[in-house]
Protein backbone atom coordinates (compact mmCIF):
# COMPACT_ATOMS: atom_id res chain seq x y z
CA UNK A 1 0.00 0.00 0.00
CA UNK A 2 1.72 3.63 -0.98
CA UNK A 3 0.29 5.29 2.15
CA UNK A 4 2.10 8.50 0.93
CA UNK A 5 0.08 9.12 -1.95
CA UNK A 6 -3.03 8.03 -0.05
CA UNK A 7 -2.07 11.12 2.60
CA UNK A 8 -1.48 13.63 -0.22
CA UNK A 9 -4.79 13.29 -1.50
CA UNK A 10 -6.99 12.60 1.02
CA UNK A 11 -5.25 13.12 4.70
CA UNK A 12 -4.00 10.99 7.21
CA UNK A 13 -5.07 6.83 6.69
CA UNK A 14 -4.23 4.76 9.31
CA UNK A 15 -5.31 1.02 9.61
CA UNK A 16 -7.09 -0.77 12.11
CA UNK A 17 -7.18 -4.29 11.66
CA UNK A 18 -8.55 -4.66 7.49
CA UNK A 19 -10.26 -1.25 7.48
CA UNK A 20 -8.65 2.57 6.96
CA UNK A 21 -9.73 5.20 8.84
CA UNK A 22 -9.33 8.72 7.23
CA UNK A 23 -9.00 12.22 8.40
CA UNK A 24 -8.68 15.75 7.03
CA UNK A 25 -8.36 18.74 8.55
CA UNK A 26 -11.90 19.30 7.08
CA UNK A 27 -13.67 15.93 8.25
CA UNK A 28 -13.44 14.41 11.16
CA UNK A 29 -12.55 10.90 11.43
CA UNK A 30 -14.57 8.11 9.28
CA UNK A 31 -14.51 4.65 9.00
CA UNK A 32 -13.30 2.98 5.44
CA UNK A 33 -13.81 -0.30 4.00
CA UNK A 34 -11.64 -1.24 1.35
CA UNK A 35 -11.67 -3.73 -1.37
CA UNK A 36 -8.95 -5.31 -3.45
CA UNK A 37 -9.26 -7.01 -7.14
CA UNK A 38 -6.14 -9.03 -8.53
CA UNK A 39 -6.20 -11.13 -11.06
CA UNK A 40 -3.02 -13.26 -10.33
CA UNK A 41 -1.81 -15.17 -12.84
CA UNK A 42 -2.27 -19.05 -12.80
CA UNK A 43 0.72 -20.59 -12.91
CA UNK A 44 -0.50 -22.62 -16.30
CA UNK A 45 -1.09 -19.84 -18.07
CA UNK A 46 2.54 -17.92 -17.14
CA UNK A 47 4.93 -18.10 -19.97
CA UNK A 48 9.02 -18.18 -18.26
CA UNK A 49 10.33 -18.92 -21.93
CA UNK A 50 9.73 -16.26 -25.01
CA UNK A 51 11.17 -18.79 -27.35
CA UNK A 52 8.41 -21.70 -26.11
CA UNK A 53 5.53 -20.84 -25.76
CA UNK A 54 4.59 -24.26 -24.13
CA UNK A 55 6.67 -23.80 -21.38
CA UNK A 56 4.70 -22.60 -18.33
CA UNK A 57 5.66 -22.13 -14.53
CA UNK A 58 3.43 -24.75 -13.04
CA UNK A 59 5.72 -27.10 -14.13
CA UNK A 60 8.37 -25.92 -11.68
CA UNK A 61 7.01 -25.62 -8.36
CA UNK A 62 9.98 -23.29 -6.80
CA UNK A 63 8.69 -20.55 -9.55
CA UNK A 64 5.08 -20.47 -9.05
CA UNK A 65 5.58 -20.88 -4.95
CA UNK A 66 7.45 -17.83 -4.58
CA UNK A 67 5.74 -15.78 -6.84
CA UNK A 68 2.36 -16.69 -4.77
CA UNK A 69 4.09 -16.30 -1.26
CA UNK A 70 4.60 -12.86 -2.54
CA UNK A 71 1.68 -12.20 -3.96
CA UNK A 72 0.13 -13.41 -0.06
CA UNK A 73 2.80 -11.18 1.72
CA UNK A 74 1.24 -8.26 -0.62
CA UNK A 75 -1.99 -8.91 0.49
CA UNK A 76 -1.69 -9.51 3.79
CA UNK A 77 -0.19 -6.37 4.45
CA UNK A 78 -2.53 -4.59 2.62
CA UNK A 79 -5.06 -6.08 4.52
CA UNK A 80 -8.10 -4.98 2.53
CA UNK A 81 -11.21 -5.66 3.70
CA UNK A 82 -12.18 -7.38 1.03
CA UNK A 83 -10.34 -9.81 -1.35
CA UNK A 84 -11.22 -10.60 -5.42
CA UNK A 85 -8.95 -13.16 -7.07
CA UNK A 86 -8.92 -13.98 -10.56
CA UNK A 87 -7.10 -16.78 -12.56
CA UNK A 88 -6.75 -18.29 -8.86
CA UNK A 89 -5.15 -22.23 -9.48
CA UNK A 90 -7.75 -24.07 -7.92
CA UNK A 91 -6.58 -27.35 -9.69
CA UNK A 92 -3.19 -27.13 -7.43
CA UNK A 93 -4.06 -28.43 -4.14
CA UNK A 94 -0.62 -27.40 -2.78
CA UNK A 95 -1.87 -24.11 -3.59
CA UNK A 96 -4.86 -24.08 -2.57
CA UNK A 97 -3.95 -25.29 0.80
CA UNK A 98 -1.38 -21.91 1.02
CA UNK A 99 -3.58 -19.64 0.46
CA UNK A 100 -6.60 -21.14 2.65
CA UNK A 101 -4.45 -21.20 5.77
CA UNK A 102 -2.59 -18.46 5.32
CA UNK A 103 -5.88 -16.18 4.88
CA UNK A 104 -7.30 -17.93 7.44
CA UNK A 105 -4.46 -17.31 10.07
CA UNK A 106 -4.91 -13.89 9.34
CA UNK A 107 -8.67 -13.36 9.78
CA UNK A 108 -10.19 -14.43 6.46
CA UNK A 109 -12.92 -16.62 5.24
CA UNK A 110 -12.86 -17.44 1.66
CA UNK A 111 -14.29 -19.24 -1.02
CA UNK A 112 -12.95 -20.47 -4.01
CA UNK A 113 -14.81 -21.42 -7.56
CA UNK A 114 -13.34 -23.21 -10.50
CA UNK A 115 -14.26 -22.63 -14.07
CA UNK A 116 -16.23 -25.02 -15.60
CA UNK A 117 -15.11 -27.92 -17.40
CA UNK A 118 -11.87 -28.59 -15.63
CA UNK A 119 -9.82 -25.44 -16.78
CA UNK A 120 -7.28 -25.82 -13.98
CA UNK A 121 -8.02 -21.77 -12.74
CA UNK A 122 -11.09 -20.13 -11.39
CA UNK A 123 -11.80 -17.33 -8.52
CA UNK A 124 -11.58 -17.26 -4.95
CA UNK A 125 -13.02 -14.01 -2.60
CA UNK A 126 -11.83 -13.41 1.10
CA UNK A 127 -13.11 -11.13 3.40
CA UNK A 128 -12.61 -10.03 7.01
CA UNK A 129 -14.67 -12.51 9.15
CA UNK A 130 -14.15 -10.31 12.31
CA UNK A 131 -16.02 -7.54 10.57
CA UNK A 132 -18.53 -9.37 8.00
CA UNK A 133 -21.31 -10.74 8.94
CA UNK A 134 -21.65 -13.51 6.11
CA UNK A 135 -25.37 -13.63 5.12
CA UNK A 136 -25.33 -15.94 1.67
CA UNK A 137 -22.86 -17.24 -0.97
CA UNK A 138 -23.71 -18.28 -4.81
CA UNK A 139 -21.84 -19.55 -7.80
CA UNK A 140 -23.23 -18.79 -11.15
CA UNK A 141 -21.81 -20.72 -13.81
CA UNK A 142 -22.08 -19.44 -17.49
CA UNK A 143 -22.13 -22.35 -19.16
CA UNK A 144 -20.66 -20.85 -22.03
CA UNK A 145 -18.13 -21.43 -24.73
CA UNK A 146 -15.69 -19.55 -21.90
CA UNK A 147 -16.16 -21.76 -19.29
CA UNK A 148 -16.64 -18.77 -17.17
CA UNK A 149 -18.25 -18.69 -13.55
CA UNK A 150 -18.75 -16.08 -11.02
CA UNK A 151 -18.72 -15.42 -7.48
CA UNK A 152 -21.71 -13.56 -5.45
CA UNK A 153 -21.35 -13.20 -1.32
CA UNK A 154 -23.92 -11.43 0.38
CA UNK A 155 -22.65 -9.67 3.61
CA UNK A 156 -23.35 -7.72 6.33
CA UNK A 157 -20.90 -4.77 7.98
CA UNK A 158 -20.33 -5.67 11.47
CA UNK A 159 -18.37 -3.94 14.04
CA UNK A 160 -17.10 -1.06 14.03
CA UNK A 161 -19.34 0.12 11.98
CA UNK A 162 -22.28 -0.57 14.22
CA UNK A 163 -22.22 2.04 15.84
CA UNK A 164 -22.78 4.38 12.72
CA UNK A 165 -26.52 2.42 12.68
CA UNK A 166 -29.64 4.45 12.44
CA UNK A 167 -32.79 2.84 13.22
CA UNK A 168 -33.34 -0.78 11.42
CA UNK A 169 -31.11 0.26 8.56
CA UNK A 170 -28.62 -2.83 8.16
CA UNK A 171 -25.68 -2.26 6.43
CA UNK A 172 -25.43 -4.97 3.70
CA UNK A 173 -23.43 -5.14 0.59
CA UNK A 174 -23.77 -7.61 -1.89
CA UNK A 175 -20.31 -8.67 -3.70
CA UNK A 176 -19.39 -10.04 -7.06
CA UNK A 177 -16.38 -11.57 -8.57
CA UNK A 178 -15.59 -12.84 -11.72
CA UNK A 179 -13.36 -13.28 -14.73
CA UNK A 180 -15.05 -12.35 -18.50
CA UNK A 181 -13.93 -13.92 -21.85
CA UNK A 182 -10.71 -12.30 -23.17
CA UNK A 183 -12.11 -11.30 -26.39
CA UNK A 184 -9.97 -13.38 -28.97
CA UNK A 185 -11.80 -12.36 -31.96
CA UNK A 186 -15.00 -10.07 -32.83
CA UNK A 187 -17.75 -12.83 -32.08
CA UNK A 188 -16.72 -13.15 -28.41
CA UNK A 189 -17.71 -10.08 -27.99
CA UNK A 190 -21.00 -10.56 -28.02
CA UNK A 191 -20.80 -13.52 -25.57
CA UNK A 192 -18.69 -11.09 -22.65
CA UNK A 193 -21.82 -8.60 -22.77
CA UNK A 194 -23.91 -12.17 -22.32
CA UNK A 195 -22.07 -12.58 -19.18
CA UNK A 196 -22.45 -9.02 -17.78
CA UNK A 197 -26.26 -9.68 -18.69
CA UNK A 198 -26.31 -12.94 -16.43
CA UNK A 199 -24.45 -11.59 -13.97
CA UNK A 200 -26.76 -8.61 -13.58
CA UNK A 201 -29.65 -11.09 -14.37
CA UNK A 202 -28.93 -13.57 -11.69
CA UNK A 203 -28.21 -10.28 -8.88
CA UNK A 204 -31.55 -9.11 -9.80
CA UNK A 205 -32.99 -12.29 -9.42
CA UNK A 206 -31.22 -12.97 -5.61
CA UNK A 207 -32.84 -9.63 -4.40
CA UNK A 208 -36.06 -10.33 -5.90
CA UNK A 209 -35.88 -13.84 -4.42
CA UNK A 210 -34.97 -13.09 -1.15
CA UNK A 211 -36.98 -9.76 -1.05
CA UNK A 212 -33.67 -7.91 -0.20
CA UNK A 213 -34.18 -4.04 0.72
CA UNK A 214 -31.77 -1.31 -1.66
CA UNK A 215 -28.34 -1.96 -1.24
CA UNK A 216 -25.15 -1.30 -2.48
CA UNK A 217 -23.74 -3.21 -5.10
CA UNK A 218 -19.91 -4.16 -5.94
CA UNK A 219 -18.80 -6.04 -9.07
CA UNK A 220 -14.88 -6.97 -8.99
CA UNK A 221 -12.73 -8.43 -11.47
CA UNK A 222 -11.20 -8.93 -14.66
CA UNK A 223 -13.20 -7.34 -17.27
CA UNK A 224 -11.05 -8.00 -20.00
CA UNK A 225 -12.18 -5.06 -22.11
CA UNK A 226 -11.40 -1.55 -21.92
CA UNK A 227 -13.73 1.80 -21.06
CA UNK A 228 -14.16 2.35 -24.55
CA UNK A 229 -16.22 -1.69 -25.13
CA UNK A 230 -19.45 -2.46 -24.87
CA UNK A 231 -19.21 -4.01 -21.46
CA UNK A 232 -18.11 -0.90 -20.03
CA UNK A 233 -21.05 1.42 -21.73
CA UNK A 234 -23.55 -1.70 -20.46
CA UNK A 235 -22.83 -1.47 -17.02
CA UNK A 236 -22.28 2.65 -17.35
CA UNK A 237 -25.79 2.70 -18.37
CA UNK A 238 -27.39 0.26 -15.66
CA UNK A 239 -25.83 3.46 -13.13
CA UNK A 240 -22.58 1.48 -12.31
CA UNK A 241 -19.66 3.94 -11.82
CA UNK A 242 -15.49 2.72 -12.18
CA UNK A 243 -14.55 3.21 -8.58
CA UNK A 244 -11.20 4.32 -9.67
CA UNK A 245 -12.45 6.75 -12.38
CA UNK A 246 -14.58 7.77 -9.92
CA UNK A 247 -11.18 8.45 -7.17
CA UNK A 248 -9.62 10.21 -9.63
CA UNK A 249 -12.38 12.37 -11.54
CA UNK A 250 -11.69 10.86 -14.68
CA UNK A 251 -14.77 10.82 -17.04
CA UNK A 252 -15.94 7.61 -19.05
CA UNK A 253 -13.63 9.25 -22.11
CA UNK A 254 -10.52 9.18 -20.10
CA UNK A 255 -9.59 5.70 -21.62
CA UNK A 256 -5.96 6.14 -21.83
CA UNK A 257 -5.38 7.60 -18.32
CA UNK A 258 -4.51 4.06 -16.16
CA UNK A 259 -3.52 1.13 -17.67
CA UNK A 260 -3.96 -2.34 -15.46
CA UNK A 261 -3.37 -5.29 -17.47
CA UNK A 262 -0.23 -6.43 -20.35
CA UNK A 263 -1.65 -8.82 -21.91
CA UNK A 264 -0.39 -11.96 -23.91
CA UNK A 265 -0.13 -10.12 -27.53
CA UNK A 266 2.00 -7.09 -25.92
CA UNK A 267 -0.54 -4.75 -25.34
CA UNK A 268 -1.53 -2.63 -22.46
CA UNK A 269 -4.91 -1.53 -21.32
CA UNK A 270 -7.33 -1.09 -18.52
CA UNK A 271 -9.11 -4.48 -17.41
CA UNK A 272 -9.56 -4.22 -13.90
CA UNK A 273 -12.54 -2.78 -12.06
CA UNK A 274 -14.36 -2.32 -9.66
CA UNK A 275 -17.67 -1.56 -10.13
CA UNK A 276 -20.05 0.63 -7.41
CA UNK A 277 -23.64 0.56 -7.51
CA UNK A 278 -25.24 2.27 -5.06
CA UNK A 279 -29.29 2.06 -3.91
CA UNK A 280 -29.81 5.99 -4.91
CA UNK A 281 -28.84 5.50 -8.33
CA UNK A 282 -31.29 6.04 -11.06
CA UNK A 283 -31.33 2.32 -12.77
CA UNK A 284 -33.80 1.62 -16.07
CA UNK A 285 -34.80 -1.97 -17.21
CA UNK A 286 -32.12 -4.36 -17.13
CA UNK A 287 -33.79 -5.97 -20.59
CA UNK A 288 -33.57 -2.40 -21.68
CA UNK A 289 -30.20 -1.91 -21.11
CA UNK A 290 -29.28 -5.00 -22.42
CA UNK A 291 -31.45 -4.42 -25.84
CA UNK A 292 -29.68 -1.09 -26.08
CA UNK A 293 -26.43 -2.30 -25.86
CA UNK A 294 -26.90 -5.05 -28.56
CA UNK A 295 -27.66 -2.32 -30.50
CA UNK A 296 -25.41 -0.19 -29.51
CA UNK A 297 -22.99 -3.13 -30.82
CA UNK A 298 -24.70 -3.30 -34.27
CA UNK A 299 -23.88 0.57 -34.68
CA UNK A 300 -20.56 0.09 -33.70
CA UNK A 301 -19.86 -2.72 -36.57
CA UNK A 302 -21.99 -0.56 -39.24
CA UNK A 303 -20.06 2.55 -38.32
CA UNK A 304 -16.53 0.85 -38.82
CA UNK A 305 -17.44 0.19 -42.03
CA UNK A 306 -17.99 3.65 -42.82
CA UNK A 307 -21.44 3.56 -43.35
CA UNK A 308 -23.47 6.58 -42.60
CA UNK A 309 -27.09 6.20 -41.19
CA UNK A 310 -28.91 6.54 -44.27
CA UNK A 311 -26.87 3.94 -45.80
CA UNK A 312 -27.25 1.82 -42.74
CA UNK A 313 -31.11 1.84 -43.35
CA UNK A 314 -30.67 0.86 -46.78
CA UNK A 315 -28.38 -2.15 -45.28
CA UNK A 316 -31.18 -3.48 -43.40
CA UNK A 317 -33.70 -2.57 -46.10
CA UNK A 318 -34.95 -6.17 -47.95
CA UNK A 319 -34.59 -5.65 -51.66
CA UNK A 320 -37.88 -3.39 -53.82
CA UNK A 321 -38.45 -2.56 -50.00
CA UNK A 322 -39.11 1.32 -48.42
CA UNK A 323 -38.83 -0.32 -45.07
CA UNK A 324 -36.93 -2.95 -42.44
CA UNK A 325 -38.71 -6.51 -42.58
CA UNK A 326 -37.79 -9.02 -40.22
CA UNK A 327 -36.13 -11.08 -42.61
CA UNK A 328 -33.98 -8.25 -43.66
CA UNK A 329 -32.98 -7.44 -39.91
CA UNK A 330 -32.07 -11.18 -39.47
CA UNK A 331 -29.66 -10.78 -43.10
CA UNK A 332 -28.35 -7.85 -41.55
CA UNK A 333 -27.43 -9.69 -38.39
CA UNK A 334 -26.15 -12.30 -40.11
CA UNK A 335 -23.42 -10.13 -42.17
CA UNK A 336 -22.37 -8.73 -39.13
CA UNK A 337 -21.52 -12.05 -37.75
CA UNK A 338 -24.06 -11.74 -34.71
CA UNK A 339 -26.18 -14.48 -35.69
CA UNK A 340 -25.60 -17.89 -37.89
CA UNK A 341 -23.20 -19.49 -35.47
CA UNK A 342 -22.56 -21.03 -31.84
CA UNK A 343 -21.97 -17.48 -30.05
CA UNK A 344 -24.50 -15.49 -31.65
CA UNK A 345 -27.89 -14.05 -30.77
CA UNK A 346 -30.79 -16.62 -30.08
CA UNK A 347 -33.93 -16.64 -31.83
CA UNK A 348 -35.43 -15.46 -28.88
CA UNK A 349 -33.23 -12.80 -28.70
CA UNK A 350 -33.45 -11.67 -32.00
CA UNK A 351 -37.32 -11.39 -31.98
CA UNK A 352 -36.78 -9.27 -28.56
CA UNK A 353 -34.99 -6.88 -30.54
CA UNK A 354 -37.04 -6.92 -33.18
CA UNK A 355 -40.08 -6.12 -30.81
CA UNK A 356 -37.93 -3.41 -28.96
CA UNK A 357 -37.64 -1.40 -32.49
CA UNK A 358 -40.83 -2.11 -33.96
CA UNK A 359 -42.60 0.49 -31.67
CA UNK A 360 -46.12 0.60 -33.33
CA UNK A 361 -46.05 -3.46 -34.14
CA UNK A 362 -46.96 -3.13 -37.32
CA UNK A 363 -44.29 -5.85 -38.39
CA UNK A 364 -42.06 -3.79 -40.32
CA UNK A 365 -39.60 -0.63 -39.49
CA UNK A 366 -39.80 2.59 -40.86
CA UNK A 367 -36.92 5.24 -40.58
CA UNK A 368 -38.09 7.11 -37.92
CA UNK A 369 -38.30 3.84 -35.96
CA UNK A 370 -34.54 2.74 -37.12
CA UNK A 371 -33.46 5.87 -36.03
CA UNK A 372 -34.80 6.27 -32.30
CA UNK A 373 -34.59 2.80 -31.68
CA UNK A 374 -31.99 1.38 -33.54
CA UNK A 375 -29.04 4.22 -34.59
CA UNK A 376 -30.01 6.49 -31.51
CA UNK A 377 -30.75 4.26 -28.65
CA UNK A 378 -27.53 4.72 -26.72
CA UNK A 379 -27.18 8.05 -27.50
CA UNK A 380 -30.38 8.60 -26.06
CA UNK A 381 -29.25 6.55 -23.04
CA UNK A 382 -26.12 9.31 -22.10
CA UNK A 383 -29.14 11.41 -21.97
CA UNK A 384 -31.32 9.38 -19.19
CA UNK A 385 -28.71 8.52 -17.00
CA UNK A 386 -29.47 10.20 -13.60
CA UNK A 387 -29.40 9.96 -10.16
CA UNK A 388 -33.09 8.87 -8.33
CA UNK A 389 -32.62 11.34 -5.93
CA UNK A 390 -36.08 12.52 -5.91
CA UNK A 391 -37.56 9.34 -6.21
CA UNK A 392 -36.86 8.81 -2.30
CA UNK A 393 -38.78 6.29 -0.50
CA UNK A 394 -36.51 5.69 2.56
CA UNK A 395 -32.86 5.83 3.63
CA UNK A 396 -30.54 3.71 3.33
CA UNK A 397 -26.89 2.98 3.17
CA UNK A 398 -24.23 3.65 0.58
CA UNK A 399 -20.58 4.33 -0.41
CA UNK A 400 -18.73 6.98 -1.51
CA UNK A 401 -15.15 6.08 -3.10
CA UNK A 402 -12.98 7.73 -1.08
CA UNK A 403 -9.53 6.84 -2.43
CA UNK A 404 -8.38 4.05 -5.16
CA UNK A 405 -4.57 2.76 -5.59
CA UNK A 406 -3.26 0.59 -8.79
CA UNK A 407 0.11 -0.91 -7.79
CA UNK A 408 2.70 -1.06 -9.92
CA UNK A 409 2.67 2.97 -9.51
CA UNK A 410 3.96 2.97 -13.06
CA UNK A 411 0.32 1.83 -14.38
CA UNK A 412 -1.69 4.89 -12.90
CA UNK A 413 0.42 7.15 -15.76
CA UNK A 414 -0.49 4.43 -18.54
CA UNK A 415 2.74 2.77 -18.44
CA UNK A 416 3.84 -0.72 -17.91
CA UNK A 417 6.91 -1.87 -15.78
CA UNK A 418 9.43 -4.43 -16.92
CA UNK A 419 10.35 -4.63 -14.18
CA UNK A 420 7.08 -6.03 -12.89
CA UNK A 421 6.89 -10.07 -12.43
CA UNK A 422 4.11 -10.56 -9.81
CA UNK A 423 1.28 -10.97 -12.48
CA UNK A 424 0.44 -9.73 -16.00
CA UNK A 425 -2.46 -7.74 -14.30
CA UNK A 426 -1.88 -4.84 -11.78
CA UNK A 427 -3.76 -4.64 -8.43
CA UNK A 428 -6.42 -2.52 -7.45
CA UNK A 429 -7.13 -1.45 -3.99
CA UNK A 430 -10.48 1.06 -3.55
CA UNK A 431 -11.34 2.99 -0.17
CA UNK A 432 -14.84 3.06 0.52
CA UNK A 433 -16.74 4.74 3.09
CA UNK A 434 -20.63 4.17 4.73
CA UNK A 435 -23.25 6.74 4.27
CA UNK A 436 -26.34 7.62 4.64
CA UNK A 437 -28.12 7.98 0.97
CA UNK A 438 -31.94 7.86 -0.46
CA UNK A 439 -33.28 5.07 -2.26
CA UNK A 440 -34.02 5.24 -5.92
CA UNK A 441 -37.62 4.36 -6.55
CA UNK A 442 -36.63 2.45 -9.49
CA UNK A 443 -35.12 -0.19 -7.63
CA UNK A 444 -37.04 -0.22 -4.20
Request: charged residues 25%; aromatic residues 12%; negative net charge.
Amino acid sequence: MRTGKWVKSMGRISRIGSFAISSSKDNPPQPCITCTTFNILAPIYKRINDEDPTCRESDYRTYWLARNHRILDWLLNERSSIICLQEFWVGNEELVNLYEKRLSDAGYVSFKLGRTNNRGDGLLIAVQKEYFNILNYKELHFNDCGDRVAQLLHVELAFPFSKWRNGEIRQEILIVNTHLLFPHDATLSLVRLKQVYMILQYVESYQNDFQLKPMPIMLCGDWNGSKRGHVYKFLRSQGFESSYDTAHQYTDADADKWVSHRNHRGNICAVDFIWLLNPDKYRKLLKSSWIEAVFGMFKYLVRRASVTESDAFTFLRADNEDCITYSGFCEALRQLNLIGHNHGLSEEEIKELWVQADIDGNGVLDYKEFLQQIWSSDDENKDKEQDGSNDVQEQTIGFSVKNAVLFPPEVEKGRWPDDYSLSDHARLTVVFSPIRMPCSQMIC
